[in-house]
């Protein structure tokens, strides 16, 4: 996926000099793209949490807006958007896995035996990906999930273009492992 | 040259992500005609893609839904929503004409006139109170309104010392 979102030179000037018309501009480009991207990443689940995050980021990019050149706007703000879905996933892993086991323990309590198959391999994915380290799993979803080329994701996560082609294996391996340890059939 | 598994599983998760070269692409084929465990991983790798899609898919529904389950039995249809409406502008109209009406002059009140018109400082509240009563219901003339406020001031003198004492 490539973006066609690019921006002139005087926005960027406009940013740099903490101008809020340039920050309007920006932000009525950005805002439907940045908001579908992070709702994707948190699974449609918390789309009060994905209008936030997509808040910051326009105030980060307002406080400092330390781009190169104004062709690096969008991949500056999708960078921002990733790296505080990342730090959400981060706090929040704990807390979810406490809930997560006390979800279990209650549907075993309640016999929930009657669910498709179907419907428990998602929860056993969801599980697996909620498990899976934030370095790993953002990459992991760039490519599954928006089909980013691994140039544009290490453009985007600050990150050298074999470090992500490792990541993205390595995620793969572990959810294969975590998927196998929830008796997910794979071969 | 034999490589190692891991090196060419690493191929095998490059090509799903379409990442490798025509030539590393025959390498892989060759190989994975001669190991069974990397065509394994292979197909594991192809099964977790569709499954993340499933999830991602399962989700993007689940949120259609709970959005239309949330919003729309809330809206009523437009034919009832209508009458409803007109109705309510109806009440907004007469309550509100009602309470407008407070301030409304009564008909016989004469337009006032500020020249004799004493200052609040002067008089108590209740003597400006009946003094207004006065202007407005029975001042007849001028003359009038001043012996009217001669005679509050008067009230107000005799009240005075009662005043004081409390």
Request: charged share 25%; glycine share 2%.
């Amino acid at each position: 996926m490539t973006h066609s979102l690019t921006f002139d030179k005087s926005v960027l000037d406009g940013l740099r000099q903490r101008d809020n018309t340039a920050l309007a501009v920006v932000v009525d480009q950005m805002r439907g793209p940045l908001t579908r991207f992070v709702r994707k990443l948190l699974h449609y689940q918390d789309d009060a949490l994905a209008d936030d995050i997509v808040q910051e980021s326009f105030i980060a990019l307002h406080r400092s807006p330390n781009v190169q050149s104004a062709d690096k706007i969008h991949s500056y703000l999708f960078r921002i958007a990733a790296n505080k879905v990342t730090d959400h996933w981060r706090r929040a892993s704990r807390q979810r896995r406490l809930v997560r086991q006390a979800g279990q323990r209650q549907s075993l309590a309640r016999g929930e035996d009657d669910m498709t198959e179907k419907t428990l391999v998602r929860l056993a994915v969801e599980q697996s990906l909620s498990e899976l380290p934030a370095k790993y799993r953002l990459p992991l979803l760039l490519v599954e999930y928006e089909h980013y080329a691994y140039q544009e994701i290490a453009e985007l996560l600050g990150l050298s273009l074999a470090n992500v082609k490792t990541r993205v294996f390595r995620a793969r391996e572990k959810m294969i492992t975590l998927l196998k340890q929830r008796e997910v059939t794979y071969e | 040259m034999n490589k190692p598994c891991a090196y060419y599983r690493r191929l095998i998760s490059r090509r799903i992500d379409g990442d490798l070269s025509p030539e590393e692409n025959g390498h892989l084929q060759r190989h994975l005609s001669l190991c069974a465990s990397c065509r394994r991983a292979q197909a594991n790798y192809r099964q977790l893609s569709e499954n993340l899609q499933n999830v991602l898919t399962a989700a993007q529904e689940n949120s259609t839904t709970s959005r239309k389950t949330a919003v729309l039995p809330r809206r009523r249809s437009r034919t009832v929503r209508r009458p409803l409406a007109l109705a309510a502008a109806a009440m907004v109209l007469v309550i509100g004409g009602l309470w407008l009406s407070r301030f409304l002059p009564p008909n016989n009140a004469r337009p006032n006139t500020t020249a004799s018109r004493p200052s609040a400082k002067n008089l108590d509240t209740s003597a400006w109170t009946t003094y207004r009563y006065y202007r407005q219901k029975k001042a007849p003339s001028d003359d009038y309104d001043e012996s009217l406020l001669a005679a509050f001031r008067t009230y107000q003198d005799f009240t005075a010392p009662a005043d004081a004492n409390r």
